[in-house]
């Protein structure tokens, strides 16, 4: 077992009651009114955390167009499919951060009420982003402080749990900002983090740019998305930038999980061209205490289909991440920037009862992670064990 936090060799038994972990410890008898299920020669992890996902986005070769066109009905079905992978490989969490007319929390509402139906979801809503910004499409524009203010107002009249803010320019908005570009100054952001505290929520910045990266770090941010502190050219995260971000526990959130993204023929050139100074950044982050959470991006194209967080472990590791820290960073470290770190990312009592098994030891064998046995939801099997999977 991998509990969340350290490896457990030898048999394990973890009783679950009413959905939560009750006890965790070596087999010892039960009694006969208590179900057992023997899941033999596997591995037991916490159910995987993507602390980064968009579930109404279909990871096609045209996600944007699908998600900016498509009518509610079509992104509900969209985000329960989406859902509906995820969970199948023992994702059993998911931070929603960017969806289209609040879909992603209906579904939330309605996987609360029956939580073996899918995976818990943290609901964003719309981002918000400036007039022509980066995924304006989603619905989330507001650049004056009236419009910004009222942002916020309607986030939380539609009961999201974290307010989610375009710092930079994206790659998927090619006539907006550059990926490296400010799209708010510090002013606004302080604005935007000011009331998302004043109404209860946690704020996060999507932030390739080292400018925007920094100026939400000093706005309040809770969490920085991708975090690549992109310059024009490289990537760079100076020294007093970097004693900042760990003063203030800013989390960090990188999203590299994806299929073939090895293969340069699978990388965006401006990835490409900063690849090693992004190492570095990342590098010197670690150096200093701050473990990013390990998460997907998931739907924004064919590389980042909606499971791909339980294939990743193989380029967490040649990352230079050593097995363990992977797995926390996809299990307890993004649970915390969930901000459900109190029940979930950790095989512990009192934390809820996702849990997933998989064939193999992924010690040995990273790839054992993608082989999956059986996953727990809320206590209830929704992937029974199944010969040769």
């Known amino acids: 077992m991998f509990d969340g936090s350290s490896w457990h060799d030898g048999p394990v038994q973890v009783l679950v009651t009413e959905g939560k972990i009750a006890a965790v410890g070596d087999p010892a008898p039960l009694p006969e009114t208590v179900e057992l299920l023997d899941l033999g020669e596997t591995t037991l992890l916490p159910?995987?955390?993507?602390?980064?996902?968009?579930?109404?986005?279909?990871?096609?070769?045209?996600?944007?167009?699908?998600?900016?066109t498509g009518s509610r009905e079509e992104l509900m079905a969209q985000a329960r499919r989406s859902a509906s992978a995820a969970l199948a490989v023992g994702i059993t969490t998911v931070r929603d951060l960017g969806d289209r007319d609040y879909v992603s929390v209906e579904l939330r509402d309605e996987f609360r009420a029956d939580p073996s139906s899918g995976p818990e979801i943290i609901a964003s809503g719309p981002p918000v982003t400036i007039r022509g910004g980066?995924?304006?499409?989603?619905?989330?524009?507001?650049?004056?402080?009236?419009?910004?203010?009222?942002?916020?107002?309607?986030?939380?009249?539609?009961?999201?749990?974290?307010?989610?803010?375009?710092?930079?320019?994206?790659?998927?908005t090619p006539a907006g900002l550059k990926p490296y570009q400010s799209q708010y100054?510090?002013?606004?952001?302080?604005?935007?983090?000011?009331?998302?505290?004043?109404?209860?929520?946690?704020?996060?910045?999507?932030?390739?740019?080292?400018?925007?990266?920094?100026?939400?770090?000093?706005?309040?941010?809770?969490?920085?998305?991708?975090?690549?502190?992109w310059t024009e050219t490289s990537a760079v995260l100076p020294p007093?930038?970097?004693?900042?971000?760990?003063?203030?526990?800013?989390?960090?959130?990188?999203?590299?999980?994806?299929?073939?993204?090895?293969?340069?023929?699978?990388?965006?050139?401006?990835?490409?061209?900063?690849?090693?100074a992004m190492m570095d950044v990342f590098a010197s982050m670690r150096a200093a205490?701050?473990?990013?959470?390990?998460?997907?991006?998931?739907?924004?194209?064919?590389?980042k289909p909606h499971d791909v967080l339980a294939f990743s472990l193989p380029r967490a590791v040649a990352s230079g991440l050593s097995v363990a820290d992977a797995l926390r960073a996809?299990?307890?470290?993004?649970?915390?920037?969930?901000?459900?770190?109190?029940?979930?990312?950790?095989?512990?009592?009192?934390?809820?009862?996702?849990?997933?098994?998989?064939?193999?030891?992924?010690?040995?064998?990273?790839d054992a992670l993608a082989h999956t046995h059986t996953v727990v939801r809320a206590g209830v099997v929704v992937r029974p064990a199944e010969a040769g999977c």
């Open 330 to 366: 996809m299990t307890i470290v993004a649970a915390r920037a969930c901000g459900a770190d109190d029940r979930k990312g950790r095989i512990k009592t009192g934390h809820d009862a996702d849990l997933l098994a998989v064939v193999g030891d992924p010690r040995i064998d990273a």
């Open 289 to 303: 205490g701050v473990t990013p959470a390990y998460a997907s991006d998931a739907g924004i194209g064919p590389v």
């Open 134 to 172: 980066h995924c304006g499409f989603l619905g989330g524009e507001a650049e004056t402080p009236a419009e910004l203010a009222q942002a916020v107002e309607d986030r939380l009249a539609h009961g999201v749990d974290v307010i989610k803010v375009m710092a930079t320019g994206g790659e998927m």
């Open 47 to 68: 159910g995987l955390v993507d602390a980064h996902t968009h579930l109404t986005w279909d990871a096609g070769p045209d996600a944007v167009a699908r998600v900016s």
């Open 240 to 276: 007093a930038d970097l004693e900042a971000l760990v003063a203030r526990g800013t989390l960090v959130v990188a999203t590299p999980a994806g299929r073939g993204l090895f293969d340069p023929a699978f990388v965006p050139p401006a990835i490409a061209a900063r690849f090693a």
């Open 185 to 229: 100054d510090l002013v606004r952001l302080t604005a935007l983090a000011d009331a998302a505290h004043r109404g209860g929520l946690p704020i996060t910045a999507h932030a390739h740019g080292a400018a925007g990266a920094v100026d939400a770090i000093r706005a309040g941010f809770d969490c920085i998305e991708h975090a690549g502190f």
